[in-house]
């Protein structure tokens, strides 16, 4: 990977492309340390008490520190995922968006539009729920002191603030896209992620290797390493294992030439759906959660189910059934968002048009019920090795307190964007490098 990215360095316009990237994610952390006007930068550090202990630690990772600071970047760009999620899923019910997304890129340019604007109303609603709801419990410095029409200014100005932010962090995510090297958007949040380690890996040695003895403090060391490794192993396979489902092409007969013939292969990743189970299963845990953090300064006891923080305590093992709902609804969701991205029926449709059959498998009804077999047990995989990634994690923090910020979603994100935007320096070094066959 270093010899890759020292042999981009050597391209002027893939080191352009980096460089570019590289000023605009500096942007992104400057815009994360600007603090809000009339806010308490450390009511959040207060309610949280640490990173990982309240419900609202992964808003707190997945902004890089912003949503605890309150800064100008704390809606980060959760509201842009959200927004295309939804429009996903829109996709499907709605005839109109189905047909722009078979437009081609048209198609997709509308539907980017659509998703900017939902991403900003998005980010208008959860503003004003945050600047209302936490507003009212110490957010905003002097609630309760000042006139209604001071604390309506104050108001507006966090919602302008939070939704300007968030549509900023959309612009930049898209602008390195174009402009840049990798997914905008992935990127910006490999970022956040990653700013947070640092301090994680603080907490640990604070925890089980400072003020141990020499040989504790080894072992304490190695047994990390080898599960941060572990954990980063398996995603790996995880990400780049798929099965691959032969199709065979007929050969037609052109004038005195003959097409066709040719013998290619369907892949289908065993992490089809990616980490998008554990960020559903994660948000339908959290609403209720931060819910009645808005609406209510006590901490009720039902929360404690729900919250991960919680999870895995020998203290209070019956806090442990909110794990058994959390792998119920990350299976539950790796089926669902597979269903709504792979279709079966269509790709089967394709393949007879296209003139291809599977080895031993009739065109049509029944390769469309081969692959949607092979597909299920392919998910079915894909889940279980979502939920291990996820569950260990959790396991040291309730069995061994490790507070740390990064989980298994976070693992997996940091894998996913490395490795992607790897494959892309180097599919660029290819194309700059290729000559052809008229070079000669």
């Known amino acids: 990977m270093l010899k890759t990215l020292v042999n981009a360095f050597k391209n002027k316009d893939i080191r352009k492309k980096l460089l570019y990237t590289l000023m605009m994610l500096v942007v992104v952390r400057i815009g994360s340390l600007l603090p809000i006007p009339g806010v308490d930068t450390e009511y959040f550090s207060t309610l949280l008490s640490g990173i990982n202990s309240g419900d609202l630690s992964y808003l707190s990772a997945f902004t890089g520190g912003s949503f605890e600071k309150m800064s100008l970047f704390a809606l980060s760009i959760t509201p842009y995922i959200t927004s295309s999620i939804i429009v996903q899923l ?40 945050m600047a209302i709801g936490f507003g009212r419990q110490g957010l905003i410095v002097g609630y309760g002191e000042y006139s209604t029409p001071h604390y309506i200014a104050c108001v507006a100005v966090v919602v302008a603030a939070l939704t300007a932010g968030s549509a900023v962090l959309m612009w930049i995510g898209e602008r390195i896209t ?50 941060i490794v572990g954990v980063v192993v398996l995603v790996c396979i995880l990400q780049d294992g798929e099965r691959r489902i032969p199709v065979q092409y007929s050969q037609k007969i052109t004038g005195r030439r003959s097409v066709g013939g040719q013998s290619t292969n369907i892949p289908l990743k065993v992490n089809t759906a990616g980490v998008m189970p554990i960020i559903f299963a994660s948000s339908i845990m959290q609403f209720p959660c931060i819910i009645a953090q808005l609406f209510f300064t006590e901490t009720f006891e039902w929360t404690k189910y729900l919250s991960s923080s919680y999870w895995c305590r020998i203290e209070a093992p019956k806090y442990s059934l909110g794990l ?55 998910v079915f995989v894909g889940a279980v090795g979502l939920m291990i990634i996820a569950i260990i994690p959790i396991l040291c923090t309730g069995l061994f307190n490790a507070s740390v910020s990064f989980g298994g979603t976070s693992i997996i994100i940091i894998v996913g964007v490395v490795l992607e935007t790897m494959k892309q320096i180097e599919s660029m070094m290819c194309n700059r490098y290729y000559k052809g066959f008229l070079s000669e």
């Open 90 to 129: 829109l996709t499907i019910v709605i005839p109109k968006l189905e047909e722009m997304q078979k437009e081609g890129e048209d198609g997709r340019k509308k539907i980017a539009t659509i998703t900017r604007y939902v991403t900003v109303g998005l980010a208008l609603v959860e503003s004003i729920a």
């Open 178 to 227: 174009e402009n840049g090297v990798g997914n905008g958007i992935s990127i910006v949040l490999l970022v956040n992620i990653i700013s947070g380690i640092p301090a994680d890996f603080v907490t640990l040695y604070s925890t089980f290797i400072a003020n141990k003895t020499v040989a504790k403090g080894i072992l304490a060391a190695a047994i990390i390493i080898a599960i």
């Open 324 to 378: 058994l709902l959390y792998i119920v609804l990350v299976v539950v969701f790796a089926y669902f968002y597979t269903s709504i991205t792979f279709n079966p029926v269509q790709i089967a449709d394709n393949i007879k048009k296209a003139g291809g059959v599977i080895p031993g498998i009739t065109p049509g009804k029944s390769t469309s019920e081969y692959l949607n077999r092979i597909l299920n047990y392919i």
